[in-house]
């Protein structure tokens, strides 16, 4: 949930919010707020500032946010996240802003479940290789444990007496056994 933009409307709003989706939570400027609450954007600040006064800390709330004007220009632009969205929208009893809180609630809650579902199969792949690795070094050391000396019975055309080396393979193959030409590698 990081640096996305989603597009808030209702047929009561002729405009539509781009709704910032970041940290968790939901951002608007001043201007979208002054929007969403049918407010000018001097009564919205006011009650921003009584909002950081009585209620919530500014560090918390507000962020800011390089935004691209009009103009072409990039600003950094300050941001309000949900719970400063919330706090104004009671303070100015806006019916859209309780239609907004709930949209807002309901995007934040599916953003938190698909993220809390991409963590657990995270999570399991994770195990899963990580038991696949122990498997792994478990037949390595078993491997390394039951080889003969590195160089074998037959070796660069060689022929050693393996009667008891071959005859300890044969007892404890369960099905079968497989014999490689090292000489095709080489």
Same mark, same amino acid.
């Given at each position: 949930?990081?640096?996305e933009?989603?597009?808030?409307?209702?047929?009561?709003?002729?405009?539509r919010?781009e709704v910032r989706?970041?940290?968790?939570s939901?951002w608007?400027?001043r201007?979208?707020?002054?929007?969403?609450? +049918?407010r000018d /954007?001097?009564?919205?600040?006011?009650? !921003?500032a %009584?909002v950081l006064?009585?209620?919530?800390?500014?560090?918390?709330v507000?962020a800011k946010?390089?935004?691209t004007a009009?103009?072409?220009?990039?600003y950094?632009?300050?941001y309000?996240?949900?719970?400063?969205i919330i706090?104004?929208g009671y303070r100015?009893?806006?019916?859209?802003?309780?239609q907004?809180?709930?949209?807002a609630?309901?995007?934040l809650?599916d953003?938190l479940l698909? +993220?809390y579902? /991409?963590n657990?199969?995270m999570d399991? !792949?994770? %195990?899963?290789v990580h038991?696949l690795?122990e498997k792994?070094?478990?037949?390595?050391?078993?491997?390394k444990?039951?080889?003969?000396?590195?160089?074998?019975?037959?070796?660069?055309?060689q022929i050693?007496?393996a009667?008891?080396?071959?005859?300890?393979?044969?007892k404890s193959a369960?099905?079968?056994?497989?014999?490689?030409d090292?000489?095709?590698f080489?």
């Amino acid at each position: 949930m990081k640096n996305e933009i989603i597009i808030y409307q209702t047929n009561e709003l002729s405009d539509r919010l781009e709704v910032r989706i970041e940290e968790e939570s939901v951002w608007l400027n001043r201007q979208q707020l002054s929007l969403l609450f +049918g407010r000018d /954007v001097k009564t919205i600040g006011k009650h !921003i500032a %009584n909002v950081l006064k009585e209620e919530l800390k500014g560090f918390s709330v507000v962020a800011k946010f390089a935004t691209t004007a009009s103009d072409g220009k990039v600003y950094q632009v300050e941001y309000y996240n949900l719970d400063m969205i919330i706090s104004v929208g009671y303070r100015v009893k806006s019916k859209r802003g309780i239609q907004f809180r709930i949209w807002a609630n309901k995007v934040l809650k599916d953003y938190l479940l698909k +993220g809390y579902a /991409v963590n657990q199969r995270m999570d399991r !792949i994770e %195990n899963d290789v990580h038991y696949l690795k122990e498997k792994v070094n478990e037949f390595d050391l078993q491997i390394k444990t039951n080889l003969p000396t590195n160089e074998g019975i037959f070796y660069n055309g060689q022929i050693f007496d393996a009667y008891v080396f071959v005859s300890k393979l044969i007892k404890s193959a369960n099905k079968s056994i497989i014999l490689i030409d090292n000489s095709l590698f080489n």
